[in-house]
Antibody
């Protein structure tokens, strides 16, 4: 059974960066399934930020985050990372990692981590 | 960019059926997935590929599609069904797109 364990809560200053990890266990990390990052601001909905395919190392990003988001996978530790830079107060949110499920090129986010709270405040 | 539309809220009496809609252009050509999220918890997939239930999801939860609208139906609603529900589709240019979410309230 696949499990995703995320790193702990973070408190950051505006203008700084945050790096959140997502350790995958219970399955082959280096697979075709993407590890995605989704965030949820307080009282708001879910927003896909981007993802990485561990097998290829290829990352894709939502347009809203291009230029300040980096997502990578480290197969030596079965861990995916999300780093968001130039933080502002609007980045205060819960950040989830979620692994794709499915087949035949038609995927959905089937397994989720519990979330990491990132607070941006001076 | 691709946009999905959901009603902000749905209220239903216990034992009745709740229907949550998700509208999007050409949604009939895309697989629609549904998530339940309770306060303070991560989302959980309850319907994938339009109408498939993961193991452990009760049969009273179902999904369907007609035209440009996908519908999540929760039959015989219980208090434990109070949650936010999100639809999710894959779109070639936007990758994953979530609907804005619908809060289901049990009266």
């Amino acid at each position: 059974q696949v499990q995703l364990v995320q790193s702990g809560a973070e408190l950051k200053k505006p203008g700084s960066s945050v790096k959140v990890s997502c350790k995958v266990s219970g399955d082959n990390f280096k697979s075709i399934y993407s590890i995605n990052w989704v965030r949820q601001a307080p009282g708001q909905g879910l927003e896909w930020m981007g993802g990485v395919v561990p097998m290829s190392g290829k990352s894709d990003y939502a347009q809203a985050f291009k230029g300040r988001l980096s997502i990578a996978a480290d197969e030596s530790t079965n861990t995916a990372y999300m780093e968001l830079s130039s933080l502002r107060s609007e980045d205060t949110a819960v950040y989830y990692c979620a692994r794709d499920s499915g087949f035949g090129g038609d995927y959905y986010m089937g397994v989720w981590g519990k979330g990491t709270t990132v607070t941006v405040s001076s | 960019s691709y946009v999905l539309t959901q009603p902000p809220s749905v209220a239903v009496a216990p034992g009745e059926a709740a229907n949550v809609s998700c509208e999007g252009s050409n949604i009939g050509k895309r697989s629609v997935n549904w998530y339940q999220q309770k306060p303070g918890q991560a989302p959980v997939v309850i319907i994938y590929y339009d109408s498939h239930r993961p193991s452990g999801i009760p049969e009273r939860i179902s999904g369907s599609k007609s035209g440009d609208t996908a519908t999540l139906t929760i039959s015989r609603v219980e208090g434990g069904d109070e949650a936010a529900y999100y639809c999710l589709v894959w779109h070639s240019s936007d990758h994953y797109v979530f609907g804005p979410g619908t809060t289901v309230t049990v009266l």
